[in-house]
C-alpha cells in the first residue's frame, strides 16, 4: 500500500464497560484462539496490531449494504477456517467503525489489507475468485514465514499464538484504557530486562508516537512553516504529517531541522527521528533513504 498506516493510532477510546466486554470476547491468547474475529475500534490494537506480530491478519472492510462484500466475505471467512491458525480473519464493518476505513485509505470495498509485524503489507479491492485469493494469501505466508513465529508453529500444529507474557498483557490492558503511560513505563520494564526485545521496542515506539498522535494538530503544520526555527512547532508538525500518512514529508521536515540546529535540540529532533523510523518495518525503503539522509545532515 502506498503511504504508512499507523495502526497505533486507533487505541480503545470506548468506555471501561465496553473495553471489558472487548477483552473477555475477542481476547487474543492460545486459550480463546479464532481465526475469524469482528473486529472495532476498541479491540482493534489486541485483535490487529498485536495478532499481527505472530501471523498475518487479513483485514476485511465491509459493509451490509456492499453486494460484492457479499460475495467475497464468504470466501475469506472459508480460507481463514482451512488455514489452520497460518493467519488471522479481522472483519470490519466500515459503517460502524469509520476510524478504521479513514485510517486505511480506503476508497471502496470491499477493500482487503494484509497486516504482518504491525504494518500493512499487501492490499486489493473489490471482489477477486477464490483461487486467486488464495494464492494472493500463500505468496504473504511466503514472505512473512521467517519473520512472524505464528506462521510455522501452525503448520507444524503448535497453534498460531506463544503462551501469553503477562508484562505484555499489562502494557495491552493499560493501552486499551488508553492509559499511554502505563503501557510506556511496561514496555520499558520489558526493556530493561531484555534490551534486545524488538517486540517491546515496537510496541514502546508505537504507544510513544500514538499519545502524540491522539493530540496532533493539522494546523500544526502552517505554524511550522511560519516558524521554522521553532522546534518545538516542527517536531508537532512532523507528528501530524506522519498520522496523515504524510511519511517522507515527515522524515525531511526533521532532517531539514536537524541541519538547523545544534547541541541539545539537534539530539532532541535526531532522537524523535529515530523513534519514528522504529515505526515501520525492517527494509522500508523511506526509512532507508532518510537513515542515509540523518547521516548526511550530522556528518
Known sequence: MAGAVDL??????????????????????AGDYS?????TESNFQAEVVERSMQVPVVVDLWASWCQPCKQLSPVL????????GTWVLAKIDV?????????????????????????????????QPEEQIRQWINAILDAQRDQLPGIRAAEEGGGAESPEDPRFTEAEQALERGEYAAAEQAYQRILDAEPDNEQAKAALAQVRFTARAENADPAAISRAEENPDDVDAQLAAADAEL??????EAF?????????????????????LLEMFGLFPDGDKRVADARRALASALF
Do not use: C, H, M, Y
Open 252 to 272: 525531511n521536515r526533521l532532517i531539514g531541522t536537524v541541519k538547523r540546529t545544534s547541541g541539545d535540540e539537534r539530539d532532541r529532533v535526531r532522537e524523535e
Open 77 to 84: 471467512e472459508k480460507l481463514a477456517r482451512e488455514g489452520g
Open 243 to 248: 498520522a496523515q500518512q504524510r511519511v517522507e
Open 95 to 127: 459503517d460502524a467503525n469509520q476510524r478504521i476505513a479513514q485510517l486505511f485509505g480506503a476508497q471502496s470495498i470491499p477493500t482487503v489489507i494484509a497486516i504482518a509485524g504491525g504494518q500493512p503489507v499487501e492490499a486489493f479491492a473489490g471482489a
Open 8 to 29: 497505533s493510532a486507533l487505541k480503545n477510546r470506548a468506555e471501561a464497560r465496553n473495553s471489558a466486554q472487548s477483552s473477555a470476547g475477542t481476547g487474543s491468547s
Open 35 to 39: 481465526p475469524i474475529v469482528e473486529v
